[in-house]
């Protein structure tokens, strides 16, 4: 079974992360495989000073010998830079702790609802873990994920499609190299622009923003997930990855709001059948995704990120020590993090549909996987 899990506060010494199920024989190496992504999702207009302060980069601490999986559980530690700075308020001691409590609670984080579960009498219990920090962990993760996915022959890509009320054109083609350039990973650099005037415009009126990004796999087999139990729907498993990240409101599998605004005749994706392609579909609006089960088209999704609550023009809220109205608390903060979102969207669908492609061709090693895709892929051919 492929599992992780991951630990560590924001301002904490660490972030670790404990993957399980590789197969033993992974080619691997942090700083080719894991760190690009850690690097990419620093960036992107709109984040804040933090991302100064960090240069985020995995260590390998167990799991791998001589850049080789071992079939054993993979450790991976990113260092948080910060910590230097919050020593005092973050020590694990007892001893000469002394706290100062973050009492007025934001707006849109879960400062108050995690008080409440915890019984705590202080946001920064909740806030520390709360933080989307926690994404860096996910994104080395991640990075394993893809590595294991290249086996299969399949990538993950991302792109940002709207920032507050900037919009790119729809239809045009995704130019990797492009995106890769962009300040706000959009493909198209006249709305790039325009979404970095935005998030320029959002800062100086103290003010965030959220908005969409595009998340696609590309060439994954068809055949991950199930239509036979709730629980195994590849859709239903991706939606819930893309919602766990910090500020994901909305998952749109495929074209799914044209679609429910549309007649079936026009929704629809005709299956076809060609020498040269085998069994496959005309279009795409369904995501690569049937009946919870890929199809063998890219599997894609719109991701809808709310705008950052920490705002530096406080929201109106309540201090939990006193009932009194006040400002909410400002702690440095980003004020568009849909760029890095869309690199943590890519990570978390490399994660579900690396769980779903061990699940179906499980294998103790890469040799043996290679082995099972390739059977299964014959008898694919001799479905025509
Ligand atoms: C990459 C990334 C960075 C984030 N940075 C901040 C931040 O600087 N300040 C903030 O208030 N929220 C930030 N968030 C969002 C909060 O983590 C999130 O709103 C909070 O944990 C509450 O969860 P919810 O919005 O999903 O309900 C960030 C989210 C992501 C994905």
């Avoid at 996915?149 to 995704?174: C, F, K, M, N, Y």
């Avoid at 894609?300 to 709310?306: D, L, M, N, Q």
């Avoid at 996987?369 to 479905?383: I, K, P, T, W």
Wanted: net charge neutral.
């Amino acid at each position: 079974m492929f599992r992780f899990l991951t630990a560590g506060e924001s301002h904490g010494p660490q972030l670790t992360v404990i993957i399980d199920g590789v197969p033993a024989g992974l080619e691997i190496d942090a700083a080719r495989d894991l760190d690009p992504d850690l690097r990419r999702r620093q960036g992107g207009h709109g984040r804040g000073k933090r991302q100064q302060i960090e240069r985020d980069s995995a260590v390998i601490t167990a799991g791998v010998r001589g850049g080789r999986t071992l079939g054993s559980p993979i450790a991976l530690t990113v260092v948080n830079r910060d910590w230097d700075n919050w020593k005092g308020p973050m020590q694990v001691e007892a001893e000469e702790f002394t706290k100062k409590a973050v009492t007025r609670v934001r707006p849109g984080h879960a400062d108050l609802a995690g008080m409440l579960k915890h019984d705590l009498d202080d946001a920064r219990d909740v806030l520390e873990r709360a933080s989307a920090r926690e994404t860096a962990a996910r994104v080395a993760a991640g990075g394993v994920a893809k590595t294991l996915l290249r086996v299969a022959g399949a990538s993950i890509s991302s792109h940002v499609v709207r920032i507050g009320d900037v919009v790119a054109p729809s239809g045009g083609t995704v130019d990797p190299a492009v995106v890769e350039r962009s300040a706000v990973r959009c493909a198209d650099p006249v709305a790039g622009s325009r979404m970095v005037e935005a998030i320029d415009a959002a800062r100086a009126a103290g003010d965030t923003l959220g908005g969409t990004a595009v998340v696609t796999g590309h060439q994954v087999v068809a055949g991950l997930g199930s239509y036979a139990h709730w629980d195994r729907r590849l859709d239903g498993r991706i939606a819930q990855a893309m919602c766990s990240i910090p500020s994901v409101k909305g998952v749109e599998l495929g074209d799914a709001l044209l679609a429910a605004a549309s007649p079936g005749s026009q929704v629809h994706d005709r299956p076809a059948y060609s020498a040269d392609r085998g069994f496959h579909h005309l279009s795409n609006r369904q995501g690569g995704l049937s009946g919870g089960v890929s199809n063998g088209a890219d599997v894609w999704a719109r991701v809808h990120f709310k705008p950052i609550s920490t705002l530096l023009t406080p929201l109106r809220s309540v201090d939990v020590h006193t009932g009194e109205e006040i400002n909410a608390h400002y702690e440095r903060s980003d004020v568009c993090v849909v760029p890095a979102g869309a690199v943590i969207a890519e990570a978390m669908l490399a994660l579900v549909l690396a769980e779903a492609m061990l699940e179906k061709f499980g294998a103790d090693s890469i040799a043996e996987l290679a082995r099972n895709l390739d059977g299964y892929r014959a008898g694919l051919s001799r479905l025509r």
